[in-house]
């Protein structure tokens, strides 16, 4: 009934999109755009995973809402998830429904596009375990659903992967994949590919190894399991394993870069995104750090941790690999977005992974072999010294290694990164990457009298801070050609929510006391701004209503790792609180209260 | 019950006369009756578990009798955000065992010191008393795993400062918690014979070991501190929320009070106390 409805929408409604039938919209968008392109493929107008494509460019061609009239943008409706922590998922929206996923406990609402004020059509509460939310570390947030051939997909705390038939809400198979008495949660969103729903697992500090599973999407039968450390045959490494870098080749290297033993509890997590290139038939994704933190206990690469890997989506078979930050010091994770666009470069156009990395560089690398083109630091950098081109080395700044009992100052970027998780986009009409991040560095000294399941230990007191220009936060323009900033926009926290950005020259991103905003892709101006109820981590999103008119999603809801002051009511009085974040939000609270809450916005009529 | 039904019938007495009084005598009253809610791991002996046979358990049991309420328990693992999500949430006011002066709660002057011991098999006489011994270089090694605020436990940080890792094994102290008391794994590794030798927190190696299978001695190790900043040995107190003074000082004048009747319940549980009896303990 709905589709049909939606349908006929399409039919009277776009006069001015181009778009493809509505039946359509499980096929991939192309991904090989061209920077400075000025023709799109066509959008069907909906946003069937946080990524919106499978090139991860949260680009849409929408066009409805532009510069001109951006400032015209009103609340259309409004709705309570009724839950009060973290709220980091993208809506989705299919087949004139839009769907979310509140954090823990990871309830699923179906809200009707076709009526107004968007009536719920279904809720589904997967009634995950409430011990998960002891082991899980930074907030329990959700990273959200997607939506593939009549099914939504999503992963629950307590490491369930479900899937809901989209019309009735009513489970299709619920797989549990992981186990919390061991520490194992999942925050991150799944992505399909091939008929495999594609999980990843979190938990590295507790001293989980890391994995990625394919999931078959009808039954939710496990496929394959490549892990993060380990022999070869574990991590899915056989004869079709080229690496670029010498560095990353030899024989089960996730078991000879580690003390014996350390890789079964060695983290390399997958809590991240995944890019999918149907043309080379490959997937792209990172690991998260190497376990433990304290790095003089794991001499070594500890591969393979914070490693970018493309493999074959029917097998996990890796294709390549390249280790990104090899023995990590920092905890700067692998986990983040690569944009799959292809650009020109030396005289020839190369297909390529645009990374914004934790480390602070954003890399730009060949998506058929691994090579690195080009790694330019985003903001100020002094862990590393920069990345060896030739060798794939990152050059790491030995003086601001932690030490036990020692002072370690102004570390830059602090244990979160350049940019953590939020995802930046890509416009193939602008060509430019915009980038939400954070501009933070970091104290570690000893000191600190600490106690975990009745054993006492000495902790590393992390404390973050402001870095050089005393923002927190940056929204950055970035010329990956050039590997130069175009412009960028100081905010006084970190810009933890994604970004989204249109073919009307509009991006969107939200600040963590609760300003929406919208920006002139090609300048930075700031067209619009809306304050929302509590502070800004989600994924904007951008989708053609039934009514053929364009609207722009939120969830507003403070939290995560930055947020956890507010949302988990952290003790500000705690520098060390929140893995030492907590000393750089001290006044979050006092700039914004909980509440998650989902906002749809458009110009009315 | 009596003590109910009697400030029920002295409320209505004095309904016509003295009502603010009355108020405040049953508030009182209630206030005296309402239970001690502890905040305890339900699954980690020898400090507590649900059936309430760990040394935090008989402890919580006589602070409740000086303070003349009845114990309650709300369980939680006692992991990171076990402050946060127990005893900052409301839901229970006394964290009986943690390190002293940690910074996210409040803490009691301590009411023992323990210290991280070498565990080892006593048919294997390898008589290790401190992180320099050579042998350490090429036994196995047990250390537990923390992984988080880039801390571990200090012998594994020592053994790292002696370049000692090769032959480390790390046992995550989290473990499998659909296990009993999951940080013990490391104990049976060394009965089984898995790791020649654990590095471990005294009250876990000494009740551990008072119930393993076969003899294993437990031995303080030295030196009590690595330079820069690392020490061996720790004061252990209990912990109110930040703020909750007055009753902090009530279990401070309860700790110097009944400091004998701890001391004994520690020992019973062969807790290695510093400065009481810091020689080798023996399982025969």
Redesign the interface.
């Known amino acids: 009934m709905a589709r049909k409805l939606w349908l006929l929408v399409f039919i009277v409604g776009c006069r001015t999109e181009p778009s493809r039938a509505a039946g359509s919209m499980d096929v991939a968008r192309d991904t090989t755009r061209l920077a400075g392109s000025d023709s799109f493929p066509p959008d069907d107008g909906q946003w069937v995973r946080p990524a919106q494509d499978y090139a991860s460019t949260r680009f849409s061609s929408l066009t409805e809402i532009n510069t001109g009239n951006a400032r015209n943008l009103r609340v259309i409706t409004t709705f309570s998830t009724g839950f009060v922590r973290g709220h980091e998922a993208a809506p989705i929206v299919a087949n004139g429904t839009m769907y979310i996923i509140s954090p823990f406990p990871n309830t699923v609402y179906a809200l009707d596009l076709t009526k107004p004020g968007l009536p719920l059509k279904w809720q589904f509460n997967p009634k995950p375990e409430a011990?998960a939310?002891?082991?899980?570390?930074c907030d329990v947030v959700n990273r959200g659903l997607v939506f593939d051939a009549g099914k939504l997909f999503f992963n629950t705390l307590d490491d369930h992967t479900i899937a809901l038939d989209a019309e009735t809400g009513k489970p299709v198979w619920d797989t549990k994949v992981g186990?919390?008495?061991?520490?194992e949660t999942i925050t991150m969103a799944p992505l399909v590919v091939k008929g495999k729903v594609l999980v990843g697992n979190s938990g590295?500090?507790?001293?989980v190894r890391g994995w990625l599973k394919a999931l078959d999407e009808t039954t939710g039968k496990v496929v394959w399991t490549a892990y993060g450390t380990g022999p070869d045959k574990d991590v899915l490494i056989g004869p079709s394993f080229k690496p670029f870098y010498a560095k990353d080749r030899g024989t089960d290297l996730g078991v000879s870069s580690w003390?014996?033993?350390?890789w079964k509890?060695g983290g390399g997590t997958m809590w991240g995104w995944i890019s999918y290139d149907p043309q080379l038939d490959l997937i792209f994704y990172g690991t998260a750090n190497p376990?433990?933190?304290?790095a003089?206990?794991?001499?070594g690469d500890n591969k393979w941790t914070t490693t970018l890997f493309a493999r074959r989506p029917d097998t996990g078979e890796a294709v390549w690999g390249y280790q990104i930050t090899p023995h990590d010091l920092h905890?700067y994770d692998g986990i983040n977005e690569q944009i799959v666009i292809d650009l020109p470069i030396g005289g020839r156009t190369r297909k390529v992974l645009v990374r914004p990395e934790r480390n602070g560089y954003v890399y730009v690398i060949d998506r058929t072999s691994g090579e690195v083109l080009s790694a330019n630091p985003f903001g100020f950098v002094n862990s590393s010294h920069g990345v060896d081109l030739k060798t794939g080395n990152l050059l790491v700044n030995q003086d601001k290694a932690?030490k036990?009992?020692?002072v370690v100052r102004e570390i830059c970027p602090a244990a979160p990164g350049m940019k953590d998780w939020q995802p930046s986009a890509y416009s193939p009409k602008t060509g430019l990457l915009y980038i939400p991040h954070q501009n933070l560095c970091m104290d570690?000294e000893?000191?600190?009298?600490?106690?975990?399941?009745?054993?006492?230990?000495?902790?590393?007191?992390?404390k973050m801070y402001a870095g050089p220009g005393g923002n927190r936060g940056v929204f950055q323009a970035w010329n990956p050609i050039t590997g130069k900033e175009v412009w960028s926009i100081k905010e006084d926290l970190p810009v933890w929510s994604g970004t989204v950005v249109t073919a009307g020259d509009v991006a969107f991103y939200g600040t963590m006391d609760g300003w929406f905003k919208a920006i002139d892709a090609r300048n930075g101006a700031v067209l619009w701004q809306f304050k929302t109820g509590s502070g800004i981590i989600g994924q904007p999103i951008t989708y053609r209503g039934p009514d053929g008119h364009q609207y722009v999603a939120i969830l507003s809801g403070i939290g995560g790792w930055p947020g956890a002051l507010v949302s988990?009511?952290?003790?500000a009085?705690?520098?060390?609180?929140a893995?030492?974040f907590a000393n750089a939000m001290k006044d979050l609270p006092s700039k914004t209260t909980r509440g998650g809450m989902l906002y749809v916005f458009g110009l009315g009529s | 019950m009596s003590t109910a039904r009697l400030s029920v019938l002295t409320c209505a007495a004095a309904a016509l006369g003295i009502v603010g009084v009355c108020i405040h005598a049953a508030r009182e009253r209630a206030y005296a009756a309402t239970p001690l809610r502890i905040c305890a791991d339900p699954n980690n002996l020898p400090f507590s578990n649900q059936a309430r046979g760990g040394f935090e358990n008989s402890i919580a049991t006589l602070v409740a009798g000086e303070l003349h309420r009845p114990v309650e328990y709300f369980w939680w693992a006692q992991r990171r955000g076990f402050v946060r999500n127990t005893l900052n949430t409301g839901d229970c006011q006394l964290v009986v065992g943690t390190a002293s002066g940690m910074e996210m709660l409040s803490t009691t002057r301590p009411y023992y010191k323990s210290t991280y011991v070498f565990l080892t098999r006593h048919d294997r006489n390898l008589a290790i008393r401190s992180f320099d011994d050579p042998a350490l270089r090429t036994l196995k090694v047990g250390v537990q795993l923390i992984g988080d605020d880039f801390a571990n436990t200090p012998p594994v940080h020592a053994l790292a400062n002696r370049g000692i890792v090769k032959n480390v094994v790390g046992f995550s102290v989290y473990g499998d918690y659909a296990e009993p008391n999951p940080p013990a794994r490391i104990v049976d590794a060394v009965a089984r014979g898995d790791v020649d030798v654990a590095i471990v927190w005294g009250p876990l190696a000494g009740y551990f070991a008072q119930r393993a299978a076969v003899p294993l001695d437990v031995v303080p190790v030295s030196p009590r501190l690595d330079l820069p900043y690392l020490p061996f040995v720790f004061d252990i107190a209990m912990g109110v929320r930040r703020g909750d003074s007055a009753f902090r000082q009530q279990l401070d004048e309860i700790i110097v009070r009944r400091k004998p009747s701890i001391d004994s319940i520690l020992i019973a549980y062969g807790v290695p106390l510093v400065d009481i009896r810091a020689q080798t303990q023996r399982n025969q």
Do not use: F, H, K
Request: hydrophobic share 35%; aromatic share 4%; with cysteine.
């Open positions: 011990a939310q002891g082991v899980a570390c186990d919390i008495q061991i520490g590295g500090e507790m001293g003390p014996p033993d350390m509890i376990g433990p933190w304290n003089d206990v794991r001499p905890d932690p036990v009992g020692m570690e000893g000191l600190s009298a600490n106690y975990i399941a009745g054993t006492p230990y000495v902790g590393m007191n992390v988990a009511g952290l003790d009085r705690d520098s060390s609180a893995l030492g």
